[in-house]
T-cell receptor
Framework: NAGVTQTPKFRILKIGQSMTLQCTQD?????MYWYRQDPGMGLKLIYY???????DKGEVPNGYNVSRSTTEDFPLRLELAAPSQTSVYFC?????????????FGPGTRLTVT | AQSVTQLGSHVSVSEGALVLLRCNYS??????LFWYVQYPNQGLQLLLK??????LVKGINGFEAEFKKSETSFHLTKPSAHMSDAAEYFC????????????FGAGTRLFVKA
């Protein structure tokens, strides 16, 4: 199993550009998540999904959109990139939504907006 | 609402010395607590988790953590540090009322000196 994979690993965007961060998992997990990690701030939840076709906002959703057309894929779309979106983005998945369920993380995408 | 506080953004120990990383939580309902480790340029991976079965939890790579309800703490320890333990460590909390929304601490970077 590859687990959770993310592409690209690195990206530099100019202000106002758009891009999609890709995330795929091969563990047949229903639950998937997008986080951003800023220095000294831990991880903040951007969006999550409880299954194909179902998504919801997390703590910091502004400036982002998601879709979940399949169980495996959960892309994150950035529209009109801003410097405040410079961060490291992690996709994660879990088998269930139970509070005791651990999350499995991808290797991350480092995004710089200039 | 739950929260997590990790005391110390950086901890430095000598190889062979005790590792102690501190985590305090706040929750009005019984919590589930996790420690994740992040090695450079990688995603987070689970070290151990507390799910109320036992207060002393053993994880991978010789780490363990003890849940102390009276102190609202879940500190991570390892008797003897190894160079390969150098990484960033995140404490996290979820609850049944919070569902699948995990709250992460800001992280503690562990340095190991030869």
């Amino acid at each position: 199993n590859a687990g959770v994979t993310q592409t690209p690993k690195f990206r530099i965007l100019k202000i106002g550009q758009s891009m999609t961060l890709q995330c795929t998992q091969d563990m047949n997990h229903n639950y998937m998540y997008w986080y951003r990690q800023d220095p000294g701030m831990g991880l903040k939840l951007i969006y999550y999904s409880v299954g194909a076709g179902i998504t919801d906002k997390g703590e910091v959703p502004n400036g982002y959109n998601v879709s979940r057309s399949t169980t495996e894929d959960f892309p994150l779309r950035l529209e009109l990139a801003a410097p405040s979106q410079t961060s490291v983005y992690f996709c994660a998945s879990s088998y269930s939504g139970e509070a005791s369920s651990e999350q499995y993380f991808g290797p991350g995408t480092r995004l710089t907006v200039t | 609402a739950q929260s997590v506080t990790q005391l110390g953004s950086h901890v430095s120990v000598s190889e062979g010395a005790l590792v102690l990383l501190r985590c305090n939580y706040s929750s009005s309902v019984p919590p589930y607590l996790f420690w994740y480790v992040q090695y450079p340029n990688q995603g987070l991976q689970l070290l151990l988790k507390y799910t109320s079965a036992a207060t002393l939890v053993k994880g991978i790579n010789g780490f363990e953590a003890e849940f102390k309800k009276s102190e609202t703490s879940f500190h991570l320890t390892k008797p003897s540090a190894h160079m390969s333990d150098a990484a960033e460590y995140f404490c996290a909390v979820t609850t049944n009322t919070g569902g699948f929304k995990t709250i992460f601490g800001a992280g503690t970077r562990l340095f190991v000196k030869a």
